[in-house]
């Protein structure tokens, strides 16, 4: 045990022997290594200062370096923004004057980088998408976004998938860290350490490293588990596995309705889907994480494992409270079920936020309704839990302000500094009105003169 974290940077092969394994990446490549272009604006993966990119699995992914621990770059290959030699997304930015300050510049870049050598599309609605988890102070936005247009686009070839890197066993100063290549050593390593923190994208989990300080000594990184990153579609039904990224699932969630894939793009920037799990998501239980409304509207199955032992369990009876789940000790989120919608089904998925794009929700809410009329609605940011809304469910084959009615006896949201507990309600009924009316969530926001 011991061993080294290995990877690739700017071409160069790293062998890591004697570092905190949770350190962030960002603080190893400014401090240990003068990589100083990546810059810390915010340290909690939102303004896309610090972005880098992950060459991996045939695709090019920029991730937010401050929140992005060193063990989880074990047997990957990482270009940052001094490693670029005059590459288009770079004369780009120079010729349509995208830089003015330059502090966010490197992470515009980056960004355009990852989007330019993925094969990204050139149009204004791609780009936008693709530069949503960077922030300009000084609202340049305009240049950028014509650097990008005038970068055109390149078509790649991806490359087969790779096989698992090998197990990680690290340990260094008392702080370990494992990243298991398959579910069989994972369970049974959570069996011998079930007070090991489980780290999937870790879009949550850097933040207590970057804001709380708080030291991490055991961790468990899902990254490199194979079973873990499966995707299946068949006829009836998606399943993910719990490691699968946003960015990985997005095609087949949008393939169930338009409007899961509409919601799932406002998941944070690029650099945060890229990252981020729905297994991660799913299991850190914020009342106002936004892939929990879509799952509970479209009846999510979830199955956990503790050694050898799997069972099932209803996405609604996976939350006991605040952020507690009835995940047991050792046990993890092996895979999540997704049935797809039948024939004759109505679907409809809003989200409200202060800004369009890379911010939390208000209110994020769902609507599921078979031909036979039986309703399934999943809210998010009305309860201490995602939930469902079971009375408003019954009352819709009343009527729409029946449902909405019962609505104000399935919730009493709280009062934050995102709304007030009537603005929330008030909301969330709208949207359910909308959803009845069959407005689509982006009508408004394409409203012609």
């Given at each position: 045990?011991g ?12 062998a890591?022997?004697?570092v905190?394994?949770?350190?962030t ?8 290594r ?5 810059k810390?604006g ?10 880098v990119a ?31 030699n005059?590459h ?16 966010c ?14 094969g ?11 530069l ?5 102070r000084?609202t340049?936005?305009?240049?950028i ?9 390149v078509r ?9 890197q090998a197990?990680?066993?690290y ?13 069989a ?19 949550d ?21 194979a079973e873990?990153?499966?995707i ?8 993910l ?33 890229a990252?981020?799990?729905l297994?991660?998501?799913?299991a850190?239980?914020?009342?106002i ?5 879509l799952?509970?509207a ?5 199955t ?12 609604e ?5 605040y952020?507690?789940?009835a995940?047991?000790p ?5 895979s ?21 794009d ?16 039986r ?5 998010g940011?009305m ?19 029946a449902a ?20 929330r309600?008030?909301a969330a ?7 009845a ?8 926001l394409?409203?012609?003169?």
């Open positions: 045990m061993g080294a974290i290995e990877f690739i940077l700017n071409g160069e092969r790293i890591l022997a004697a905190d394994p949770s350190r990446l960002l603080a190893w490549l400014r401090e240990a003068g990589l100083t272009g990546s810390e915010c340290a909690e993966g939102d303004c896309g200062a610090c972005t992950v060459r991996e699995h045939g695709a090019v992914r920029p991730i937010a370096s401050c929140i992005a621990l060193l063990g989880a770059m074990d047997g990957r290959e990482l270009v940052t923004v001094e490693h670029l005059d288009p997304a770079q004369r780009a930015m120079v010729q349509c004057h995208g830089s003015q300050c330059g502090f510049t490197p992470g515009f870049v980056m960004a355009l980088f990852a989007h330019y050598e993925s990204g599309s050139a149009d204004r609605e791609s780009l936008c998408d693709a949503a988890g960077n922030l300009c000084c340049g936005y305009a240049p976004i014509a650097a990008g247009a005038a970068m055109g686009t790649r070839t991806v490359a087969p998938v790779a096989a698992p197990v990680l066993d340990e260094h100063d008392g702080k370990r860290f494992f990243a298991p290549a398959s579910v050593k994972l369970a049974a390593w959570l069996e011998q350490r079930p007070h090991a923190r489980i780290l999937a994208g870790g879009t989990l850097g933040l207590e490293v970057t804001k709380a300080h708080r030291d991490l000594d055991c961790v468990v990184h899902l990254g490199k588990v873990l990153k499966r299946d579609e068949s006829e009836q039904a998606l399943e596995g719990a490691a699968v990224t946003y960015a990985e699932a997005f095609e087949a969630l949008a393939r169930i309705h338009p409007d899961v894939g509409e919601l799932v793009r406002r998941i944070g920037g690029a650099q945060v889907r990252a981020g799990t297994g991660g998501n799913i850190n239980a914020s009342p994480g936004d892939s929990m409304p799952l509970l479209l009846g999510c199955t979830l956990l494992q503790r050694g050898a032992a799997q069972r099932q369990l209803v996405l009876d996976f939350y006991t409270g952020r507690k789940t995940l047991r050792g046990e993890f989120i092996r999540l079920r997704i049935e797809r919608l039948q024939h004759g089904a109505r679907f409809g998925a809003y989200k409200l936020s202060k800004r369009f890379q911010d939390i929700s208000t209110v994020c809410a769902a609507f599921h309704v078979t031909e036979g009329a309703a399934q609605f999943g809210f940011g309860a201490a839990t995602p939930a469902r809304a079971p009375r408003a469910e019954a009352a819709w084959r009343d009527g729409i302000e909405c009615a019962a609505l104000a006896q399935d919730f009493q949201p709280l009062s934050d500094h995102r709304g007030s507990a009537w603005y309600l008030v009924q709208n949207l359910l009105r909308k959803f009316a069959r407005v689509g969530p982006r009508a408004l394409e409203v012609r003169a």
